[in-house]
């Protein structure tokens, strides 16, 4: 069953190979075990909260270095690159603040400094929405926990390449590092990728309406959906995919106050870091999923007390904005 997943996702990514892991975070450890001692990686530093634990706190304990940048400006990441870079690693759009990196001018600038292998983390937007492998990345990441799978029932995560060299060192790592998913869970997956297309539509146009709705809310000071034409990264996303998924983040004129209160309000949204699912989410990235980021980085990131990351799930976008009028009206009494 592994196997046959394995195959599906390849083909769906129009790979040649795929590697499946236990979880999104055991697929993170796999890949970032190509890397030796001495060794350099430079990752964007909007990146998910367990990437960035892993990356701050395990990769430097065996010996291998990591540069925090903001890779949407080249002439950073092209500072950032040392003599023993071996590694980029980037999501776009970030978590949480929806960055959009253009995939194509990345991979161009870091093969021109060298062998790097350039990992793109698509957890957010699935195949179905972009395929990094296509505009020259090297391994395509995911959590298949999100919305691969996106019954919020398996734990799960996985690798996509073409380069059998790699592949080779992957394969070996998967079988001997013991992350291997379940049978059942890989039975599981197979089957939530037959509606990936639906729930995939679903997520996009439900997503577009809450985010429209936000930005006519008077205490909301920005809204971060790439598909908005306000969205810094609108034009690069609009170039290099065909749409946005469910998950975007907003701030408010509050603070942490306010933000606690929002979430206590909600009848729909479940309060809950996950994201990905047939149900709508929202959670407090600063002291949440990003808890562990260093209080300087976070400030820098505009981590603040007042963003708000939502994951829109399935349901009637009636009933959230229902949801989210009463929990707007109680917190900011409008």
């Known amino acids: 069953m592994r196997d046959t997943l394995q195959e599906c996702l390849a083909a769906l990514e129009g790979a040649k190979y795929a590697f499946t892991f236990a979880s999104g975070q055991g697929a993170t450890t796999s890949i970032t ?3 030796n001692k001495g060794d350099h990686l430079v990752s964007i530093d909007d990146v998910y909260g367990g990437t960035s634990r892993l990356m ?3 990769l ?3 010996g291998i270095d990591v540069t925090f940048t903001d890779i ?3 002439d950073k990441l092209e500072n950032a690159i040392q003599d ?3 590694m980029v690693w980037l999501e776009t759009p970030t978590n949480p603040n929806c960055t959009v990196v253009d995939i194509a001018a990345t991979v161009q600038l870091v093969k021109k400094r060298g062998d790097i292998i350039v990992v793109v983390d698509n957890t957010f937007l699935t195949c179905y929405l972009q395929r990094p492998l296509d505009f020259g990345a090297d391994i395509v990441m995911y959590s298949l926990t999100k919305y ?3 019954h919020s029932d398996v734990v799960m995560g996985a690798a996509v390449l073409n380069s059998q060299e790699i592949a080779d060192k992957l394969r070996i790592i998967q079988k001997s590092l013991g992350i291997v998913p379940s049978t059942f869970d890989c039975y599981q997956v197979n089957r939530s990728l037959k509606t990936l297309s639906l729930r995939m539509e679903r997520h996009k146009a439900t997503s577009l309406v809450i985010a429209k ?3 006519k809310q008077p205490n909301v000071i920005e809204v971060l959906h790439p598909g908005l034409t306000t969205h810094k990264g609108h034009e690069v996303s609009k170039r290099q995919t065909s749409g946005h998924s469910g998950v975007f983040s907003f701030r408010h004129t509050g603070g942490l106050e306010e933000s606690r209160k929002l979430l206590s309000c909600f009848k729909v949204f479940i309060l809950a870091e996950s994201l990905g699912g047939y149900e709508s989410l929202a959670e407090i990235p600063s002291i949440m999923t990003h808890k562990s980021v260093p209080p300087p980085q976070k400030a820098q990131l505009g981590i603040t007390d ?3 990351r939502f994951s829109i799930g399935l349901e009637d976008p009636e009933d959230l904005i229902k949801d989210l009028e009463n929990a707007f009206k109680e917190t900011f009494n409008n």
């Open 72 to 74: 949407t400006d080249l």
């Open 33 to 35: 075990s190509l890397l």
């Open 56 to 58: 701050r706190e395990n």
């Open 148 to 150: 691969m799978n996106g």
């Open 84 to 86: 023993n870079t071996k």
């Open 60 to 62: 430097p304990r065996h």
């Open 306 to 308: 007042s963003l708000v």
């Open 213 to 215: 709705w936000l930005q």
